[in-house]
């Protein structure tokens, strides 16, 4: 069966330090990959897309950056935080079925810029 | 642009009685999905609907996309407090698979 990791579940950084947050995908090949990051209580924005090794689409201006240097393996990063970087990162793949894309999300990282 | 409005934003209900969570917008969609989310985790995909007119359920869930494919609502009948989290429609971005949340619907149950 499939199953998808991050860490790490929390993070406390400060404003100008780096960031780098791992996902990974078990049980499945050459998945596309996302990263979102969900504001308290509320949805979810797409932030980076990818459909397979160093193919990555950015879906919005930010301080964010993304890499996938192996198949099942999505990194977000960032040279310097910023306070607005603050919030819930989902890392998800998913498999299309029936013409209909289905997505499986991993557990979160928490991460608040001080 | 495609946008997912969702209401209300806050319910909060006792044990027992049914509620509808409505999914809205002016684009059309060739599918929809609904997600429930507990606090501190991923969402957890409940149901994909792709017919325009369709109704699904899953136990004391009731799922319908609109005729037109532009909304859908979710219905529950007796809510339970493990009912409770954050329910998320979504759906396909220009008919690619990456995915448009709508903006979220807190449910709290209380026994």
């Known amino acids: 069966s499939q199953t998808i990791h991050q860490w790490p579940a929390t993070l406390v950084q400060p404003v100008g330090s780096p960031l780098s947050l791992e996902c990974t995908v078990e049980?499945?090949?050459?998945?596309?990959l996302y990263w979102y990051r969900q504001a308290a209580g509320r949805g979810l924005q797409l932030l980076f897309y990818s459909v397979g090794i160093g193919q990555i689409s950015s879906e919005v201006p930010q301080n964010l950056s993304a890499s996938r240097p192996q198949d099942r393996q999505f990194i977000l990063s960032s040279k310097k935080l910023l306070l607005s970087d603050s919030g819930f990162y989902l890392c998800?793949?998913?498999?299309?079925?029936?013409?209909?894309?289905?997505?499986?999300f991993g557990p979160g990282t928490r991460l608040t810029v001080l | 642009t495609q946008l997912l409005e969702q209401s209300p934003q806050f319910l909060s209900i006792q044990e027992g009685e049914n509620l509808t969570v409505y999914c809205n917008s002016s684009s059309v969609f060739s599918s929809l999905q609904w997600y429930r989310q507990e606090p501190g985790e991923g969402p957890v995909l409940l149901v994909t609907?792709?017919?325009?007119?369709e109704v699904k359920k899953l136990k004391r869930l009731t799922f319908q996309f609109g005729d037109a494919r532009k909304d859908s609502s979710l219905h529950i009948t007796a809510a339970q407090p493990g009912d409770t989290g954050l329910y998320l429609c979504a759906g396909p971005i220009n008919n690619t698979d990456k995915l448009i949340f709508g903006t979220g619907t807190r449910l709290q149950v209380f026994p």
């Open positions: 998800a793949w998913s498999v299309l079925a029936g013409g209909v894309g289905t997505q499986y």
């Open positions: 049980g499945t090949s050459n998945p596309n």
């Open positions: 609907v792709v017919t325009g007119g």
